[in-house]
């Protein structure tokens, strides 16, 4: 069973940057494909993807709206994903949920949620206007 503790979140303003955390245990991290989801307050609101990586780092993919503002990476030394996040906007707040796919058929840096078979608790991002 993987364990995935996501850390980093919290108040910013907008234009603001910062850097989201997630640390691994329970599985060799290297073996995981990582990703970042988020879900913004509302109801009926869906988790959605932002940005994932692959195991060894050559590939990664990123939402849309996130392209040119945010940075996901991996230190599979420190068994730990993070996402770097500037020029944050009021948009961006959310739940960040990290993600990681086990699976030897998942490969490269998958965007959908299907793929995805652990997930961490989440940390609030929350942008101020």
């Known amino acids: 069973q993987v364990q995935l503790v996501e850390s980093g979140g919290g108040l910013v303003q907008a234009g603001g940057s910062l850097r989201l955390s997630c640390a691994a245990s329970g599985r060799t991290f290297s073996s995981l494909v990582m990703g970042w989801f988020r879900q913004a307050p509302g109801p009926g609101k869906e988790r959605m993807f932002v940005?994932?990586?692959?195991?060894?780092?050559?590939?990664?993919q990123y939402a849309d709206s996130v392209k040119g503002r945010f940075t996901i990476s991996r230190d599979n030394a420190k068994n730990t994903v993070y996402l770097q996040m500037n020029s944050l906007k009021p948009e961006d707040t959310a739940v960040y949920y990290c993600?990681?796919?086990?699976?030897?058929?998942?490969?490269?840096?998958?965007?959908?949620?299907?793929?995805?078979?652990?997930w961490g608790q989440g940390t609030q991002v929350t942008v101020s206007s």
């Open positions: 940005a994932s990586i692959s195991r060894n780092s050559v590939n990664t």
């Open positions: 993600a990681a796919a086990g699976r030897a058929s998942i490969w490269s840096a998958p965007v959908g949620i299907s793929n995805y078979d652990y």
